[in-house]
């Protein structure tokens, strides 16, 4: 963390410090900017200096991101963000490695990639920005648009059941999985700090609104703000004004919202079963008129890239590292 | 019984058996016997896809031959003299191969009906004279394996059956005056943790090599005296293992960390295998969830300054494309192996062929230019991945390098390098902006490579992508004469390497009209085929490039040079294409695509109808 100030010790870098010289060229109202301006203020929490922290992102509008971000950054090719960023990650344990990516590019295009790295427990950090539509190529619809969903490609209405992001992650094994909303600052930045701190691949769906394409997808959360969970670990989840509804777990282990008197649950984020987060995970407009955001899961893991690292040095320590006794390793003849 | 003993100059063996017959390992216990020996050699593993056909099918039949000389050879050999066949299935496919008064040993124990029938005999080629003017030996390999191995306690009859393929090397080994301790300490390293398997083998070797002694069936055993190679120390070595090497090589001399993304893919998983071994020397290897991811991350890692490789074959180099493509334009170091294996689509995944080199160059969206390395022998794998990571390196680009199924699995005696020898490698990091602000996409002037400033660097943070990028600044740029600038630049910088590789050099003993033109894997039997042209009395001149893009700066005029010019290739003409387009010469072409190597026999007679 950074020193206090008129300390005169060297001082970590201000939010101002993270932004590029480079024009910002989302749609004005997007709600990039929002998750941009909440991001570029938590940097400097990190204490971290900016040459080793990296932006890595794929195609869509929110992988426009690392440009605007003052740190190393790619901004590679549709979905494979979470490939490239496990190769940088494990190669430079020293190095904060982040992946901005969108609904399209984590879940339709790059759905493989995701899943491995959350399965890997790869030391990336993700942030999927949730508008449930495809905004860069104007407007069809997306791996998490609601069945029926009509776009210019689905003029009748879609077809395809969507992906709840939360349940994939959780179902992918993720070891950090949590939800937040664009406009609500200080409870992104508060998943953001959470994120960063977690040892391992933390998964962040972020509700962003495309006022282009979608404009209000959200706003039963969004706006209305007596239909948002706030999740907190340890504390009983009760939710809308005063407290008067609450979510408790059926017997089957399903969720549910109740109202009034009852046992609410209470909320354990580093709970060893990822089913209790799947419950919650399953709360969303259609289901409850209502959706969790906080974080759902937080657990501890082995990190591929701590394992992969503590392989190396232990095969150091056995063998020295020498060319001349590598190649001379088979059975040799000499011919003089 | 006194046995006469005969010394040839070179010998060709062939074992084949079922795929659960370990005629993969037998062929290569004789091979290290052999190389040890001093002879030169060169090696053909001949293999199916599937893992286990249905035993003692036709499919399930799986060869390994091995070329052995006392003078330097140049491949696996055209035509067996010797092959021992394990069973009915292996003798039908293979007996086309072997010449009339070769030598054949079989084991008789298993002709059966059953077996004869499943290999399509319709009668018993041992018994109805289809064997007649064949150096027949039948063997009771079986029998007599199980005999050997009787006392050995805790060995199921099963097992001890399977050690039938170590009496063929014991035999094998006698016959050609093999030396025999190194098989007998490897087999105790293999079954170190079943002894007793360990000890069926070796009685089962033993009892072959005693066999070929005491055996009146066979009268003579055959010396083929150590070759005259060049002085130093050598290791038998197959083309993947040497790749491996090489990647190493390259790690350690340009003080890189070596990161292999890979997915397992007939014929290049061994790569992956071989480096998963050596994490001693910092090398990672990620076995990712699809082609595209393990180059993704081989990019990742290179970003990040490693020296990032990613090994495939054609399927997984078609996956692989957009991010090349990418690396293309970020312009980073990036090694990309392609073992070429016969298609299109899966096609016929153990077997080599010489189809991916118009798909390495151009399979890419738009403008992507790409230096392709070729290598030459098992061996020259070493240098071909040593010399591709210069290139990535000095000129921050992707390099795809081409070796094939025949090379990957082929080996032969390789002259140990003197390590110090190498040349290191420089990586060359960006450590600081030269003026007061840094440039991304600023170039070296002799290069045109730009700098590599890797994360951790204070001062050169900045962002890269695959959106065209402004000259010098990196910045997004759509600007038009901008994106004709960095197209050209980014062609001139590929198209400048010319001047840093050798040139194309032409084995002309003097007088020749033809030149014949290979590329790649087929250099042993090409030259090879050539060798026999001018032993037969013709004039031939031979050139063999190494460099596929760019080509070597006198290739243009090398081809014009020569009245006409022949291109064997194990495709349907594509360097021919190339060479016809960018110097207008009316080349010929010699194609088979069997999934095969060439036969010398082949080239010469393809040379020979052109003289």
């Known amino acids: ?336 | 019984m006194v046995k006469r003993v005969e010394q040839v100059d070179s010998v060709i063996v062939r074992f084949a058996g079922d795929s659960g017959d370990g005629m993969q390992l037998t062929g290569g216990r004789f091979t290290s016997e052999t190389a040890i020996l001093g002879n030169d050699l060169s090696t053909f593993p001949d293999f199916p896809a599937e893992i286990r056909a249905p035993a003692g099918s036709l499919p399930g039949v799986s060869g390994f031959q091995v070329h052995f000389a006392d003078h330097d050879i140049l491949t696996p050999g055209d035509a067996p003299n010797v092959l021992v066949a394990m069973n009915p299935a292996a003798l039908k496919t293979n007996l086309r191969d072997l010449p009339r008064g070769g030598t054949l040993i079989v084991d008789r124990d298993t002709f059966t009906e059953r077996n004869l029938a499943k290999a399509g005999y319709d009668s018993n080629p041992l018994e109805d004279g289809t064997l007649e003017g064949y150096d027949l030996h039948t063997v009771p390999l079986t029998t007599m394996t199980l005999e050997a191995t009787k006392e050995v306690e805790g060995v199921t009859k099963r097992e001890a059956e399977r050690a039938k393929n170590m009496f063929a090397l014991g035999l094998m080994s006698w016959l050609y005056h093999r030396p025999t301790e190194n098989t007998v300490s490897f087999l105790e390293r293999k079954f170190a943790t079943r002894p007793e398997i360990a000890e069926a083998n070796k009685r089962a070797f033993r009892a072959g090599y005693a066999f070929g002694e005491t055996t009146e069936t066979f009268a003579v055993s055959y010396e083929v005296k150590p070759a005259r190679l060049r002085p130093g120390t050598y290791r038998n070595v197959t083309g993947n293992a040497a790749l491996a090497f090489g990647l190493i090589a390259a790690s350690v001399k340009s003080g890189l960390p070596l990161f292999l993304g890979a997915y397992p893919i007939t014929p290049a998983s061994s790569i992956l295998e071989e480096l998963a071994r050596h994490k001693n020397f910092g090398v990672r290897t990620f076995q990712a969830e699809d082609e595209i991811a393990a180059v993704g991350a081989a990019l990742g890692a290179s970003f990040g300054g490693s020296l990032g490789v990613s090994t495939s074959a054609g399927p997984g180099v078609v996956l692989k494309s957009e991010t090349v493509g990418l690396a293309v334009a970020l312009e980073l170091p990036l090694l990309i192996l392609d073992i070429q294996r016969a298609g299109p689509s899966t096609g016929m995944p153990t077997k080599p062929e010489q189809g991916d080199l118009l798909l390495v160059l151009f399979g890419r969206n738009s403008e992507s230019p790409v230096p392709v390395i070729a290598a030459s022998t098992p061996a020259q794998c070493f240098e071909a991945a040593l010399e591709a990571a210069r290139i990535a390196l000095k000129y921050r680009t992707p390099v795809y390098l081409l070796s094939d199924a025949y090379l990957a699995n082929g080996s032969e005696p390789w002259l140990l390098p003197d390590v110090d020898g190498i040349p290191e490698l420089e990586a060359g990091f960006a450590t600081e902006a030269p003026g007061a602000e840094f440039h991304p996409y600023a170039r070296d002037d002799e290069t045109l490579a730009r700098p590599w400033a890797i994360p951790g660097t204070p001062g050169l943070e900045h962002r890269i992508g695959g959106l065209e990028k402004q000259d010098l600044t990196g910045n997004v740029s759509y600007d038009p004469d901008n994106h004709d600038l960095m197209t050209r630049l980014r062609a001139q910088k590929v198209a400048g390497i010319a001047s840093d590789i050798p040139e194309l050099e032409v084995d002309d003993p003097g007088g020749a009209s033809l030149l014949v033109l290979s590329w790649g894997g087929t250099y042993g039997p090409v030259a090879a085929g050539v060798r026999r042209v001018r032993d037969a009395g013709g004039q031939v001149a031979h050139a063999h490039l190494r460099y596929l893009n760019p080509f070597p700066r006198n290739t243009g005029n090398v081809v014009r040079r020569y009245e006409r010019v022949l291109i064997p290739e194990i495709n349907l003409g594509q360097l021919r294409k190339l060479i016809r387009a960018e110097f207008l010469v009316d080349a010929a072409g010699f194609n088979l695509v069997r999934g095969l190597p060439f036969r010398a026999s082949e080239v010469q007679e393809a040379v020979e109808a052109m003289l």
């Open chain 1, 1 to 336: 963390m950074s020193e206090g100030n008129g300390s005169g010790a060297k001082r970590g870098p201000s939010a101002k410090d993270f932004k590029t010289d480079q024009e910002v060229r989302w749609c004005p109202g997007c709600g990039d900017y929002a998750i941009l301006a909440a991001l570029q203020g938590f940097m400097p929490e990190l204490g971290l200096p900016k040459e080793r922290i990296v932006f890595v992102s794929g195609i869509g509008c929110a992988a426009r991101f690392p440009y605007y971000m003052e740190t190393y950054g790619i901004h590679s090719i549709h979905g494979r963000a979470p490939a490239i960023a496990t190769g940088l990650s494990v190669s430079r344990p020293d190095l904060f490695v982040w992946v901005v990516t969108g609904d399209g590019d984590a879940l339709s295009i790059g759905g493989n990639h995701l899943i491995h790295a959350l399965r890997r427990n790869v030391n990336i950090k993700i942030l999927l920005f949730n508008n449930e539509i495809y905004g860069l190529t104007k407007g069809q619809y997306s791996p998490t648009s609601p069945l029926g969903t009509v776009t210019k490609s689905t003029p009748v209405g879609s077809l395809d059941h969507p992906f709840n992001p939360l349940s994939l992650a959780i179902g992918a094994e993720a070891s950090f999985v949590a939800r937040a909303i664009d406009t609500d600052r200080a409870q992104l930045t508060e998943v953001l700090r959470a994120a960063a701190t977690h040892t391992g691949s933390a998964f962040v769906e972020i509700f962003q609104n495309c006022n282009i394409f979608n404009d209000g997808a959200f706003d039963f959360v969004r706006e209305d703000k007596e239909n948002r969970i706030y999740l907190e670990h340890g504390r009983p989840v009760r939710f809308g004004p005063g407290g008067e509804r609450g979510v408790r777990l059926r017997t089957d282990g399903s969720a549910e919202v109740f109202e009034g008197e009852g046992e609410p649950l209470v909320w354990d984020a580093h709970h060893p079963e990822a089913s209790p987060a799947f419950a919650l995970s399953r709360l969303t407009r259609e289901t409850a008129g209502a959706t969790p955001i906080g974080v759902f899961r937080d657990v501890e893991r082995p990190v591929y890239d701590a394992l992969l690292n503590e392989q190396l040095a232990a095969a150091r320590e056995r063998k020295p590292a020498e060319l001349g006794a590598l190649l001379s390793g088979g059975d040799t003849w000499a011919i003089s």
